[in-house]
């Protein structure tokens, strides 16, 4: 996809985006871009939801139905726009500690209900906004500003958590991998029920420094050498993947889900009523 | 026509009403005494082709009747104290976004879990400031069954109109009690309804913070999603959603806010008032103390006093104008409700010691009783004498 081709998705006249030199949030945003492209979906078709967070600030460059909403509840408020108009393909874009830490509660209540949204984690595995304070997703031993001496506390997996929770699709890469995220966040765009992308992206301005993970280039690499596709880690001893990010589809099913259930019920109590 | 007598309990009146009005969302998380309201809209909702869910808790709640709203469906959320606490930052948002949306409070005795069942008047500050900065706010109180089932419809009326999330206030006592009443034929409310997104002229580029509307008087009304593709943010924005950092923009929003409920001042305050004529008294009360204020100016009356009453409806914006008019005319007021004198408050700001006033206060959890302003009132006779 190139530049003019993504611009008919983009609000041209807002950039440039706030984000940093280096950051992978415009990776992660053009990767979506290019789905909702590959998919031919119509603009006024698409509500996309953010919370609060440098990653969340993407909503205010895309061309469709867009809100920026509260630290931690973009989820919650994506919920009302599908139940309100089901006939729209509801996207939340989120960071790790919006969806993680803050709003962990209507993360794993979404994934119960087999929501029909489309969760993509912007994860850096830091507050960015702030000022790179450690999030849920901060490895242990990491640096952050709130954690000078080294992270003691131990970090949610997103996908291990959206997988218990219930969600119907769970996939994970990084913006090194483009192509692949691209794809992921296409299939989960097209499955019915709740999809969570868990987007490893890098934030270079804090992460990457406090960590000396590098600049944008840097983290990327890092990316490229720690990933491990999930259909080669099958029979590695767990020890081998400590420091590694396993990427791939963890989830894939057809499942009821809260929209479809909620019409049949709907049916049911007409039909019942008319009967009357 | 003919008209149906029923019988409701408060909390059901107003789900009912809220349908009539349109409401075709709810999401709650279920408290007491607000719950049967919930229970109401998960059985009547799904008839009339709505939709119900009940959240994980009330910031989700309350983030989910914003969105459902901005999506082009009329919401609708109830709570109580603990719950409406829980809603205060979205409530912002809602004020922020000018989003149409109406949150029930259903009070119990406070703060914190309190009294559950029992009745409480200690969230009209909350109400009025329970979010942080300044903002718009429209606050009404029913004070009987059939009351909570018209003024509903008037709170979902208000918010469109207004573009502001509604508080409705209530007691326990009223949501918990059964009253009966003719129940007024649908077609006797006049509802306010969204303008959908095909309705645009497919030249226009909606701005959704325009502050001079071609479509309606002064207030540009929120458009349902689709075709408009607009972007809301609790930022400080631009006519067209979008941030801006400047001040002076900033400062403009702000006005428009505290505006646009300012010049409707004639349209939104809503009061009741009793026996004003020859009135040397009055009585404040509102909600279910409204009630022992009738009983007590009766019983008052019958001892030769010449008291009258003013209910409000509109508890926020304040009744400033119909209560300084009142104060010019009658020589002392007893204000009545239930908590430390929030009301009361107010009502001194504006009275700055022109008449002499009396205040029947309660906080344990009981209804005031009429004797208690008798009393109230034969002190303030007595004062005057003096
Ligand atoms: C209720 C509330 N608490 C705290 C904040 C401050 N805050 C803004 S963004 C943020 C963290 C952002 O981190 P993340 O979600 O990981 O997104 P990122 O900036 O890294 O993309 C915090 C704590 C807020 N806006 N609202
Ligand atoms: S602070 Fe980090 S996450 Fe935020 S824009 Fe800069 S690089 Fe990106």
């Given amino acids: 996809m190139n530049r003019s081709e993504a611009s008919e998705y983009l609000r041209n ?13 415009g990776i992660v945003l053009k990767a979506t871009v290019e789905a909702i492209k590959n998919l031919k979906y119509s ?34 408020f994506a919920t009302g726009v599908k139940l309100a108009r089901p006939d729209l393909k509801v996207i939340v874009m989120t960071g790790d500690g919006d969806s993680m830490a803050i709003g962990g509660n209507h993360f794993i209540h979404a994934c119960r209900r087999n929501m029909d949204l489309t969760v993509i984690i912007f994860n850096n595995n830091i507050y960015g906004m702030t000022g790179g304070q ?17 992270n003691i506390e131990k970090p949610f997996d997103a996908v291990e958590l959206a997988k218990v929770s219930g969600a119907t699709y769970v996939a994970r890469a990084t913006s090194f991998h483009y ?26 301005t804090y992460y990457g420094r406090y960590n000396k993970v590098g600049t944008g280039p840097g983290m990327l690499q890092f990316f490229k050498e720690n990933s491990l596709l999930l259909s080669k880690v099958k029979d590695m001893p767990q020890e081998e993947l400590e420091e590694k990010i396993v990427i791939g589809e963890f989830v894939e099913m057809e499942k009821p889900g809260y929209v479809n259930e909620y019409a049949k019920l709907r049916k049911r109590v007409e039909a019942k009523s008319h009967a009357k | 026509m003919d008209k149906k007598f029923t019988i ?41 082709g709505g939709t119900f869910i009940q959240m994980e808790d009330e910031l989700g709640s309350a983030a989910a009747i914003i969105g459902a709203s901005l999506a082009g469906v009329k919401s609708l959320t109830a709570t109580s104290g603990p719950g409406f606490s829980l809603m205060q930052e979205a409530f912002g948002y809602a004020s922020m976004t000018e989003t149409p949306t109406v949150f029930v409070d259903v009070q119990r005795g406070s703060p914190s879990t309190g009294l559950p069942t029992r009745p409480a008047q200690g969230d009209i500050m909350q109400a009025r400031w329970g979010t942080h900065g300044d903002h718009a706010v429209i606050a009404l109180y029913p004070s009987t069954v059939e009351e909570t089932y018209r003024y509903i419809v008037t709170a979902f009326n208000f918010a469109e109109l207004y573009r502001t999330p509604v508080v409705f206030l209530m007691d326990e006592t009223l949501g918990h009690m059964r009253e009966s009443f003719y129940l007024p034929h649908t077609d006797e409310f006049d509802t306010v309804e969204r303008i959908q997104t095909e309705d645009l002229k497919s030249e226009t580029v909606y ?3 325009l502050e001079d509307s071609e479509l309606y008087d002064d207030i540009q009304p929120l458009v349902s999603m689709g075709r408009s593709r607009f972007h809301v943010s609790g930022l400080f924005h631009d006519e067209s959603g979008f941030p801006i950092g400047e001040s002076d923009l900033a400062s403009k929003l702000m006005k428009h806010f505290t505006n646009k409920i300012k010049l409707h001042l004639d349209d939104i305050l809503i009061y009741d008032t009793y026996m004003m004529d020859d009135a040397e008294y009055v009585i404040v009360a509102y909600g279910i103390t409204a009630r022992s204020a009738y009983r007590a100016m009766k019983l008052a009356r019958s001892n030769g ?4 009453m003013f209910k409000p409806i509109t508890i926020w914006p304040f009744p400033t104008i119909p209560l300084k008019k009142i104060l010019s005319k009658v020589s002392g007021i007893v204000v009545a409700e239930l908590n ?13 010691n022109m008449v002499p006033m009396q205040t029947v206060l309660r906080e344990d959890g009981q209804l005031i009783q009429p004797f208690d302003i008798v009393d109230a009132l034969t002190k303030l006779e007595g004062e005057s004498e003096e």
């Fill in chain 2, 305 to 308: 006093i010449k008291v009258g």
């Fill in chain 1, 179 to 204: 192509n692949l995220l691209t794809k992921y966040i296409q299939k989960g765009l097209n499955h019915e029920g709740m999809s969570v992308i868990d987007a490893v992206t890098q934030c270079p």
């Fill in chain 2, 207 to 209: 701005q959704p913070f």
């Fill in chain 2, 340 to 352: 430390m004198g929030q009301f009361a408050h107010e009502m001194s700001r504006i009275n700055r």
């Fill in chain 1, 43 to 76: 603009k006024d078709d698409i509500a996309v939801v953010s919370g609060i967070g440098c990653s969340s600030r993407a909503t205010g460059y895309l061309d469709f139905n867009t809100m920026h909403t509260l630290h931690g509840r973009a989820i919650a």
């Fill in chain 1, 13 to 25: 006249n807002h950039m440039p985006t706030v984000w940093c030199p280096g950051c992978g949030n």
């Fill in chain 1, 134 to 150: 450690y999030s849920p997703l901060t490895p242990t031993g990491s640096y952050a500003t709130t954690s000078p001496y080294g």
């Fill in chain 2, 8 to 48: 409701m309990q408060g909390d059901e009146a107003c789900a009912m009403g809220a349908i009539v009005a349109g409401c075709r969302f709810f999401a709650g998380y279920p408290i007491t005494p607000a719950t049967d309201i919930a229970e109401v809209m998960s059985s009547e909702l799904p008839k009339v």
